[in-house]
């Protein structure tokens, strides 16, 4: 597989090979959207939390008599039946919402979303990319020159002038080869990677 490698300028000056293994491969939409939920769905804190009848801070009192008012039999007022009663199945904070994905299925899934980026034209390599100070404003000008808006940056290392830089920029993000996942492969419409991060990434999926 031949991947466009673009200058400073953003222009494709040549094209380098690689792995089919990584972007030959077809795309698998069912294991993409199952990697993706997965992914989305570990990173979840599970912190909600609802009231059932027993903690719901209302008197046991009976509301009225049982019978004779023409109105349905009432015990407490934190009935679910009621309103501002108790749920009847509330979530609660321990709740597990972790889905289980095998390391050959999620590799297969990246390879899919980098092979499908690739015969988008979404995804190119560049020899290096950094900035020479942790200023904003000279990498939001160094993407402008490269006619580049919204963009994920994979690098083999993160380059500390290059992390301080990109944090105010919403649009842009900048991670090594071992923290890139799936959700963020599929959100930017660009994907720069670095040759130290291909040949990384080629070296994992051997």
Do not use: C
């Not at 027993?54 to 009976?62: M, V």
């Not at 994979?154 to 990109?166: C, G, K, P, V, Y």
């Amino acid at each position: 597989m031949e991947l466009k490698l673009l200058n400073d300028q953003g222009q494709a000056a040549s094209t380098l090979e690689a792995s089919d293994v990584l972007f030959g491969r077809d795309y698998n939409e069912a294991l993409v959207h199952q990697v993706v939920t997965a992914y989305m769905a570990n990173a979840r804190s599970g912190n909600r939390k609802q009231k059932g009848r027993s903690e719901i801070a209302k008197s046991t009192r009976k509301p009225f008599r049982q019978k004779g008012t023409g109105n349905a039999r009432a015990g407490m007022a934190s009935s679910p039946l009621w309103r501002g009663g108790g749920k009847i199945f509330p979530n609660t904070p321990d709740e597990n919402f972790s889905q289980k994905v095998n390391r050959k299925m999620y590799r297969a899934g990246v390879a899919a979303i980098l092979s499908q980026l690739a015969r988008e034209d979404r995804l190119a390599i560049v020899d290096s990319f950094s900035v020479e100070a942790p200023k904003t404003r000279l990498l939001s000008q160094k993407l402008k020159g490269m006619g580049l808006d919204s963009v994920l940056v994979i690098t083999d290392e993160i380059d500390e002038n290059l992390f301080l830089s990109s944090r105010n920029l919403h649009q842009v993000l900048v991670l090594e080869v071992n923290e890139a996942d799936p959700v963020s492969l599929v959100r930017f419409p660009k994907v720069l990677v670095t040759k130290g991060a291909l040949a990384k990434m080629e070296e994992a999926w051997q």
